[in-house]
């Protein structure tokens, strides 16, 4: 994506100041979304990609993804590519901190930019612009997302949630009704003063009965939960746990210990077994542990069907299909991610299916790449005889586990699993196979440095 910034002669005259995205202030200009004139209502469809909502936006004429984040309180860009041009406007330079451990990361403010979500729109929308490149979620996804949106969308509006359908219904405040629900469980929203990040009351089960905990509404997290260590407060890491990469921040990557609560209880939903994350203190510094004892993520709220009312400062969680699926954690120690695509010999007897390539009609010579994003074919097809197909990488080895036993190592790439090319999976298929049926035996051809060696091992249980 070429960015073209408009009055960049504002980008040294401004004083340079931190943004804190864990403590998002009120000095910027409030950005409104709107429906219509006389609509009351939106449905929009979403991609559901490791518990992660991924939605369309369409930012001054572009079409991008961004992952839906109630964590957030700003709309922020951190993917770029060369396909098209993005305009913004008004610029200044900035500094952004969340979690991991690196310094801030330099960034972009633009104000006054267009920014539509279904038939949403906002007309004076902020947004930050962070240019180091290794702050980009695609390669872990597995396709194409440009950016996060939180505060500034649920603040308009009442979603309805279905993560079963995968679809959310937004509707304006004054014209929305709520429908009696004998099974759902409704509590307050704490924004406490001058935030705009949730909280919401849970508790979990440790060793001394169930403790009260303050946790952050975080769909922009894929994991199930986040808990912060404290002595004085009664949280501890369980005696079964291990050591692991959690996920990445905008600061670096985040390590800590994973392990298991017996029981997580919202209101009178009580889910057993919930895998639940400790990150390591050095990547928490930027977080004020006397309002919130840590996070909810995308892999519990996926089992409910929520309703999050922002103006009314409530949530209301009925449980769906994947309320009963067992929760599950990595059991390989490999961490995958998408790096690109290799050009591969076409296949004679089938006609290729290019990668993420949606249901939408296709127009001549173009093809549709995740959520309405386009590419010229030609690029994908180099000629008659060969064809792009992604290409995975090991980014991360967990330390003893099953697949650093055998020697994997990180960079590798992978060529074939149990058998089948490595590109005919997506990459959200080829994590799944290290999730579940402990024992199950794992085969991977990769190449090291030109060289191709082949490994086998089995899942296996830490906690």
Not at 341 to 349: G, Q, S, Y
Not at 364 to 373: A, E, P, Q
Not at 378 to 391: D, H
Not at 433 to 459: A, C, N, P, Q, S
């Amino acid at each position: 994506m070429k960015v073209l910034i408009q009055d960049f002669f504002h980008f040294l005259k401004k004083n340079i100041f931190v943004l804190l995205l864990f403590a998002n202030f009120t000095i910027f200009p409030q950005s409104n979304f709107r429906l219509p004139h006389g609509k009351k209502s939106d449905k929009i469809r979403f991609e559901l990609a490791n518990n992660l909502i991924i939605i369309p936006v369409v930012l001054n004429g572009v079409e991008l993804s961004f992952i839906l984040d109630t964590g957030v309180g700003s709309t922020i860009i951190f993917s770029a590519d060369n396909k098209e041009s993005l305009e913004l406007k008004n610029a200044s330079k900035i500094y952004l901190r969340g979690l991991g451990e690196d310094q801030s990361v330099e960034a972009i403010k633009s104000l006054d930019n267009v920014l539509q979500i279904g038939d949403a729109t906002s007309t004076n929308h902020t947004v930050f612009l962070v240019f180091d490149e290794s702050i980009n979620f695609s390669p872990r996804m597995g396709f194409p997302v440009h950016g996060i949106i939180g505060y500034d969308f649920f603040k308009d509006f009442i979603f309805e949630i279905d993560y079963v359908k995968k679809y959310i219904r937004i509707n304006t405040p004054n014209r929305y009704v709520y429908k009696k629900c004998d099974k759902c469980y409704q509590t307050p929203i704490d924004f406490g003063k001058q935030n705009k990040r949730p909280l919401v009351s849970a508790k979990y089960k440790t060793k001394n009965g169930l403790l009260d905990i303050r946790l952050l509404l975080d769909s922009g997290s894929g994991s199930s939960l986040w808990l912060f260590e404290s002595s004085e407060k009664g949280i501890k890491v369980p005696d079964k746990s291990f050591t692991d990469f959690l996920g990445k921040g905008f600061n670096g990557d985040i390590y800590g210990q994973r392990s298991k609560v017996g029981e997580l209880h919202i209101g009178d939903f009580v889910l057993k077994d919930v895998t639940a994350a400790f990150p390591d203190s050095q990547y928490i510094q930027g977080i004020s542990l006397d309002k919130r004892e840590g996070s909810l993520g995308g892999n519990v709220l996926r089992r409910f069907n929520l309703i999050i009312d922002y103006p009314n400062q409530k949530i209301s969680f009925k449980k769906n299909n994947f309320f009963q699926k067992p929760f599950h954690y990595n059991m390989s120690g490999l961490t995958i991610q998408h790096v690109g695509f290799n050009a591969v010999v076409r296949e004679k007897t089938k006609t290729p299916v290019l990668p993420y390539q949606t249901s939408k009609p296709r127009e001549k010579n173009r093809v549709y790449l995740g959520l309405n994003r386009v590419v010229n074919e030609k690029t994908l097809q180099l000629s008659n005889n060969f064809v792009l197909r992604p290409k995975y990488e090991i980014s991360d080895v967990r330390p003893d586990s099953p697949a650093d036993i055998v020697g994997l190592k990180r960079g590798d790439v992978i060529l074939e699993v149990n058998g089948k090319k490595a590109y005919q999976y997506k990459l959200s298929q080829l994590n799944d196979l290290f999730y579940f049926e402990e024992g199950k035996r794992i085969k991977m051809k990769i190449d090291r440095l030109g060289v191709e060696l082949k490994y086998t091992f089995f899942l296996k249980k830490v906690i």
